[in-house]
């Protein structure tokens, strides 16, 4: 059933494979039946329905109306290599006719699992790193924290329990992630939260909460991690969990020196460092692992997205052979999920870090990661105060005053609308928190296709800042 929906430059016909009642149904039906995570339910009244994409081929996706967008940010910043890579799919569906699933639990593994478990052990930064498998990034965090407080209780110092987090930190929906997430909203309405999460300011350079210039400053950021835990107690401290680069809370990479002091920190009071690679981890920053930028060993590390590039879903933690010799000797590790190393999962990361490495795709996260923030900065607007960012996590900070760097009143709604309009004109462009715009697509970019998603970026914040006046 194709239908002509509109003539788009003059040569490209949209299609919809979907007819116009088959499109209204679905709506319909999304709203009677479907609970969706984290999306304003009165912004889809107005929209008059859900936006349903229906497919996908490198960059770009489809929607059920037969329009194509760039995503800017690759799924939930996981898409690394692109839609529609049929080695992936072979490999997934391959091993789904051969053994579809089999558990890690009581003493079982499959082949592929020890395979991909090699594999990150080899790569993470981690010293003498032994892998635990996940379903995604809220359980590799709270089997991180969960490793964390095991660790010090196995150990002979079970009030070593305390975790520091930082604020604009998103760690995920788990009830431990939860309470180590800390953005406006996720909260609300869930407490009693889970007991020993603190949480200290994080660095922005851009915004410094101790009002210092990078370069003068003595990392007061860095500072406020070692106030924290003499606050709490270094003998109640049991890590210290951060984003190598903030990601939700706005795509916020921290200034060079404050890894290498916070490692420092930590290992003067004995808290573990728990690197949250989520994002970051497999490439996006054009690194391997976010931390690797700034040279620094954590002892827990939390990945998830980017180890299959959402083909299908995969987490995992990787922690010390510190950690893992005191589990050893206990003898159990009384924790895991039904998915742990799903064979599948295996299978799609083997061939998703396969295409990683045969097309270069880290170094080109970091080559297209620059050339797209230079292209930003050059755009001629008034409201684009930083244009920020590491590889291909980068995010565009909008203010009311260049100058000043004042920010637009929350009211405003300013980068929700221009990711509005970036829907109108051809973008999936997401609004993180504080007015800026997430632009973090897959990592499989080209030049041209970075050329369409700037103007057509510089379009829809022109529009909203002439609406705005
Ligand atoms: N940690 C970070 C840094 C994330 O960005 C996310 C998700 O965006 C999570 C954890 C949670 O991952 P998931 O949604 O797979 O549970």
Redesign the pocket.
């Given at each position: 059933m194709l239908r002509l929906v509109e003539l788009f430059n003059e040569e490209v016909i949209i299609v919809s494979i979907y007819s116009e009642e088959q499109i209204l149904q679905m709506k319909e039906d999304d709203f009677s039946y479907h609970l969706h995570p984290t999306s304003s339910i009165p912004d889809m009244e107005a929209w008059g329905g859900p936006r349903i994409i229906s497919e996908g081929e490198g960059v770009r996706v489809k929607s059920v109306e037969g329009k194509t967008y760039i995503d800017c940010g690759a799924g939930?910043?996981l898409n690394n290599v692109g839609t529609g890579r049929k080695e992936i799919v072979e490999a997934a569906s391959k091993q789904m006719e051969k053994l579809h699933y089999f558990q890690s639990f009581n003493g079982y593994t499959h082949p592929l699992a020890i395979e991909v478990a090699k594999k990150f052990a080899k790569m993470v930064p981690v010293e003498n790193a032994r892998i635990f498998f996940t379903s995604?990034?809220?359980?590799?965090?709270d089997s991180a924290y969960k490793l964390a407080r095991l660790y010090f209780n196995l150990t002979g110092r079970p009030e070593k329990n305390q975790i520091i987090c930082r604020t604009k930190a998103?760690?995920?929906?788990a009830y431990g992630?939860t309470s180590a997430t800390s953005l406006p909203g996720f909260w609300d309405g869930f407490r009693p939260l889970v007991p020993g999460f603190h949480h200290t300011d994080h660095p922005h350079c851009y915004f410094c909460a101790w009002g210092k210039e990078e370069g003068s400053c003595d990392y007061e950021c860095a500072k406020a991690v070692e106030e924290k835990i003499l606050e709490i107690g270094p003998e109640k401290v049991a890590g210290f969990s951060a984003?190598p680069v903030i990601?939700?809370g706005g795509a916020i990479v921290p200034p060079n020196g404050y890894y290498p002091r916070v490692r420092e920190i930590c290992n003067k009071y004995d808290v573990l460092l728990i690197a949250?690679e989520?994002?970051c981890g497999f490439g996006r920053t054009g690194k391997n692992f976010g931390i690797e930028n700034w040279g620094v060993k954590p002892d827990l590390m939390?990945l998830?997205?980017g180890i299959t590039s959402g083909y299908i879903p995969m987490?995992a933690v990787a922690l010390t052979g510190k950690i893992y010799e005191p589990i050893k000797k206990h003898g159990i590790f009384m924790h895991g999920y039904t998915y742990t190393g799903h064979p599948v999962a295996c299978a799609a990361a083997l061939a998703n870090l396969e295409i990683v490495e045969k097309e270069n795709l880290v170094e080109n996260a970091r080559i297209k990661g620059e050339i797209l923030r230079q292209k930003v900065r050059a755009l001629d607007l008034p409201c684009i105060g930083e244009v920020r960012g590491i590889g291909m996590i980068n995010g565009v900070q909008l203010v009311k005053n260049r100058e000043t760097r004042e920010k637009f009143a929350p009211s405003v709604g300013f980068a929700k609308r221009v990711s509005f309009l970036g829907w109108e004109n051809g973008l999936i462009l997401r609004p993180l928190i504080d007015d800026a715009l997430q632009l973090s697509p897959s990592l499989i970019i080209s030049e041209t296709e970075i050329d369409e998603l700037v103007e057509k970026l510089e379009t829809s914040i022109k529009q909203a800042w002439e609406e705005y006046l």
């Open positions: 939930l910043w995604g990034g809220s359980e590799s965090n998103y760690h995920g929906v992630a984003e990601g939700t949250d989520v994002i939390m998830a997205k987490g």
